[in-house]
């Protein structure tokens, strides 16, 4: 599945210069804001409705290349990175990646559940653990996952990094198989001071050369019933009135509900802009059903180029795709989008930005 957002998902958990300096770079005009790097394809679930478990490809970047790649995302302006897969813990130099890439950037692992507790430590730098979890109930989650026991592992990771000062919170994908029961799974959650993202159920259109395969089309994930998913976003809206714990913004659940009761979509995608994706052997393309356009260090060179530029209109138009994380970061464009997540999050946002404001126009 693809990722949640992760910026302003993060308040209180990160200290002042770090915020300082990425809002900082937010002023960079025309500068991506997030990526998304899958890691590693290995993953050790056999979740039902994804593919990445069915091709688990060895090769991957070394500990030096990653470090190397992670200072070209810095200088180009992106703010926040998620690190996905495949399981990103399954790399043995994960707890080194993470430490550096939590110095630059609002850094938001994503995780089954299964390696969370072994590899505590790795997390302790990070911003945000998101643990995925479909639902309360044991047997359904577990069959969901593929792998007995995925729940009770999940469930218990959530706790013990909780316990541990470990920003952790919880990642449901909706989809037809706990669309009914998503509100009281949010509830169950926020009442316990455990933070609750979402992903959204979505398949892989056709596409020829995509850089990697996530979700396969699946009629007991696919959503049966529009009116009862924009009556979700309906019920979130007015629940975030009154709980934080619930990330997501009002704009993307706004837009999301507009979709799922017209089809009609208020945003254009901003893949290639916005945002970028990253593969395992470094690789980079506006999203992970686009073809690759070249590797992470050449991306200051092809940034700018003719051809970045064509394939942004190209990517503009596209209305295939219903991944959650990429729809957020289409609502919430440029800088403008990056305010409105902050203020959205951050109690102290207007603090900061007036902070670097007064600092950039010295």
């Keep these: 599945m693809a990722k949640p957002e992760t910026l302003g998902c993060t308040k209180g958990m990160m200290d002042a210069p770090k915020v300082i300096g990425i809002i900082k770079r937010s002023f960079k005009f025309g500068r991506v804001r997030h990526a998304q790097w899958m890691l590693t394809r290995r993953c050790n679930y056999r979740c039902r409705g994804c593919n990445v478990w069915t091709d688990q490809e060895g090769i991957e970047l070394s500990t030096d290349e990653v470090k190397r790649g992670l200072d070209v995302l810095r200088d180009l302006g992106v703010l926040e990175i998620v690190f996905s897969g495949g399981d990103p813990l399954i790399r043995d130099d994960i707890g080194e990646i993470l430490e550096r890439a939590s110095r630059n950037f609002i850094t938001t692992v994503y995780d089954n559940g299964s390696m969370a507790v072994e590899k505590m430590e790795s997390l302790r730098n990070v911003d945000f653990v998101a643990i995925s979890i479909d639902t309360l109930d044991q047997k359904k989650n577990d069959y969901l996952k593929g792998v007995p026991g995925a729940w009770k592992r999940a469930m218990n990771a959530v706790d013990i990094l909780k316990s541990e000062g470990i920003p952790v919170g919880v990642s449901p994908t909706i989809s037809q198989q706990n669309l009914y029961e998503i509100i009281d799974f949010t509830k169950y959650f926020i009442n316990r001071g455990i933070p609750v993202w979402y992903c959204f159920y979505w398949y892989d259109y056709p596409f020829e050369n995509r850089i990697f395969s996530i979700g396969k089309k699946s ?76 590797s992470i260090f050449k991306l200051p060179e092809l940034w700018n180029s003719p051809r970045f530029r064509e394939l942004r209109r190209e990517y503009s138009k596209c209305a295939n795709c219903g991944y959650l994380c990429y729809i957020f970061y289409s609502v919430h464009d440029g800088l403008s989008g990056t305010i409105e997540i902050l203020r ?14 007064a600092k950039t126009s010295a």
Excluded at 246 to 253: A, F, P, R, S, V
Excluded at 277 to 294: K, L, S, T
Excluded at 344 to 357: G, L, R, S
Aim: proline fraction near 1%.
């Design 219 to 294: 009629d007991e994930y696919e959503i049966a019933d529009a009116k009862a998913l924009a009556e979700v976003y309906t019920t979130l809206i007015e629940m975030k009135k009154e709980n934080s714990n619930i990330y997501i913004t009002n704009k993307t659940l706004t837009a999301l509900r507009q979709l799922a009761l017209t089809g009609t979509r208020i945003w254009s995608c901003k893949a290639l802009s916005n945002f970028l994706v990253v593969d395992h052997i470094g690789r980079v393309a506006g999203c992970h059903n686009r073809e690759p356009v070249g």
């Design 344 to 357: 959205d999050q951050w109690e102290n946002a207007k603090i900061y930005v007036k902070e670097i404001k």
